[in-house]
Structure formats: C-alpha cells, structure tokens
C-alpha cells in the first residue's frame, strides 16, 4: 500500500526550517518510508516533480528525511535526481 501524505509532521518540519511557508503545490508529496537505492534504507520522503512550461512531469527531486524532518544524513553521492 502506498503512503502518500500531504501535511505530514516530518514534511512541515523540513519546509518551515527551510523558511518555506507557502502552501505545499498538488506536485509536492510525503512518503513515509521510500527506499534509498544506495543504502537500502527505507526513509520519510519529499518528493517534488518537475514541470515544463507545459506541466509535464521532466524530473523527480528526492529528499530523504529523519522522523523528526532533519535532512537525512546521506553521502552527497547519495543524492536522488532523477530526470532529463
């Protein structure tokens, strides 16, 4: 079963850190637990898609989290970018 949130506390913890107070986009989602490829971790996540001017999905933004909405500590190798 897939546990997409909006509002999520790890999610609102992470954007208000970053100063982000707008209202979270219909592009942007929670995840409670994605796997990271390179560690095999199951992680809370941020996931943003990227829009042309068109609103066409070109890219994926990953951002993995700690519980309590901290980055998670990942090698910058470790990143996710997914698109063209």
């Known amino acids: 079963m ?3 949130k909006i509002g999520a506390r790890s999610q609102n913890n992470y954007l208000r850190s970053r100063e982000i107070t707008a ?12 796997r990271h490829a390179n560690t095999g ?6 996931v ?5 001017v068109e609103r066409r999905v070109t890219g994926i933004q990953r ?3 700690t519980h309590d909405g901290r980055p998670a ?3 910058r190798d470790a990143l996710p970018v ?3």
Do not use: E, K
């Open 73 to 75: 500590p990942l090698h």
């Open 2 to 4: 897939v546990d997409w």
């Open 48 to 52: 943003a898609a990227a829009c042309n």
């Open 23 to 34: 209202p979270i986009p219909p592009t942007m989602r929670y995840h409670s637990g994605i």
């Open 41 to 46: 971790l199951n992680l809370p996540c941020l």
């Open 82 to 84: 997914v698109g063209r």
């Open 63 to 65: 951002v993995y989290l």
